[in-house]
């Protein structure tokens, strides 16, 4: 089995999609050869991995994040079992100019961990991540992509 990354599937199925993004591009290929794509998008910060502690815990100062993720993460499963297969995450964060800008890298983690076992079967699925931000005024917000990658058979 071969795995291919987005820009080898938008070059084999390149005329799929003409004139639209590419995330509508992957989306489309994903249902043509019935491959999983979950989408969501939430408003407020995201939960950010803290290594002193684990943002799982109720506890924790991200936990109510942790729940408003998995809150829109269910809805977007519509109760759909967690993926087994390798996956790619994209996520794009819109970050409002009154707060502080998060480390990207412990927001990834964070994400990834609080979509174990409701998106994902195990977050050592992934092997593709995206990530982009970018500055609003009015508020935060993220939208996270998740969908199977494709294999040769």
Same mark, same amino acid.
């Given at each position: 089995? #071969?795995?291919?990354?987005?820009?080898?599937?938008?070059?084999i199925?390149?005329n799929?999609?003409?004139?639209?993004?590419?995330?509508?591009?992957?989306?489309?290929?994903?249902?043509?050869?019935?491959?999983?794509?979950?989408?969501? !998008?939430?408003?407020?910060?995201p939960?950010?991995?803290?290594?002193?502690?684990?943002?799982?815990?109720?506890?924790?100062?991200?936990?109510?994040?942790?729940?408003?993720?998995?809150? +829109? $993460?269910?809805?977007?499963? $519509?109760?759909?079992?967690?993926?087994?297969?390798?996956?790619?995450?994209?996520?794009?964060?819109?970050?409002?100019l009154?707060?502080?800008?998060?480390?990207?890298?412990?927001?990834?983690?964070?994400?990834?961990?609080?979509?174990?076992?409701?998106?994902?079967?195990?977050?050592?699925?992934? #092997?593709?991540?995206y990530?982009?931000?970018?500055?609003? !005024?009015?508020?935060?917000?993220?939208?996270?992509?998740?969908?199977?990658? +494709?294999?040769?058979?």
């Amino acid at each position: 089995m #071969r795995l291919f990354n987005n820009l080898q599937l938008k070059l084999i199925f390149g005329n799929l999609g003409k004139g639209k993004s590419m995330a509508r591009q992957i989306k489309e290929i994903c249902a043509a050869i019935d491959k999983a794509w979950i989408e969501f !998008t939430v408003e407020g910060l995201p939960p950010s991995y803290d290594p002193a502690s684990s943002i799982m815990n109720p506890r924790h100062r991200h936990y109510p994040r942790v729940q408003k993720l998995q809150a +829109a $993460a269910k809805k977007a499963m $519509a109760g759909n079992k967690p993926l087994t297969r390798l996956i790619a995450m994209e996520i794009f964060y819109g970050i409002n100019l009154g707060n502080p800008r998060m480390d990207a890298v412990n927001m990834i983690g964070g994400i990834a961990n609080a979509l174990q076992g409701i998106v994902y079967k195990d977050d050592n699925l992934i #092997r593709e991540v995206y990530y982009r931000e970018w500055y609003t !005024t009015d508020k935060d917000i993220y939208k996270i992509i998740v969908y199977e990658l +494709a294999l040769e058979e």
